[in-house]
C-alpha cells in the first residue's frame, strides 16, 4: 500500500469511528432521560427541574440571614423541633418507604426515645 492510500483509509475510518461515537452519544443521553424522566432525584421527594432560585443578594445573606443562626443547644433545638414545635404531630409520607409518619415518631425511632 502506497503512503496515500494507508492515508486515505485512515481517515475514513476515523471519520467513521468519530460518527459511531457520536451517534452513541446521543443513543445515550436520550436513554438517560428518559429512564430519569419524571424521577429526578425522589429518592428525597425533589423534582430537581422545578427548583426555584433566590436573588443575588440571598447568596450574599447566606443561610444564616434567612432562617437565623443555630442554637448552640444542638440536642434541645432538635427535640423542640420534632417533638414540640407547631406540626410535630402533622402526619406526611416520606416518599422513601410507604406509609405516613409524624416528626415525633421519627424522632422516636431514631433515638430510640
Not at 440571598?58 to 434567612?66: K, L, V
Not at 423542640?80 to 415518631?105: D, L, S
Request: include cysteine; charged fraction near 30%.
Amino acid at each position: 500500500m502506497e503512503e496515500e492510500q494507508i492515508e486515505h483509509v485512515c481517515t475514513k475510518y476515523a471519520e467513521r469511528v468519530v460518527k459511531l461515537l457520536m451517534e452513541e452519544k446521543i443513543r445515550l443521553r436520550d436513554a438517560l432521560s428518559r429512564a430519569t424522566a419524571g424521577s429526578a432525584n425522589t429518592k428525597y421527594g425533589v423534582d430537581v427541574r422545578n427548583a426555584v432560585f433566590g436573588k443575588l443578594s440571598d447568596f450574599h445573606q447566606g443561610i444564616a440571614g434567612r432562617i437565623g443562626l443555630p442554637s448552640d443547644r444542638l440536642m434541645e433545638g432538635m427535640i423542640n423541633e420534632h417533638c414540640k414545635r407547631e406540626g410535630h404531630n402533622t402526619e406526611f409520607e416520606p416518599g422513601n418507604y410507604p406509609g405516613f409518619t409524624t416528626p415525633q415518631a421519627e424522632w422516636e425511632i431514631a433515638t430510640d426515645a
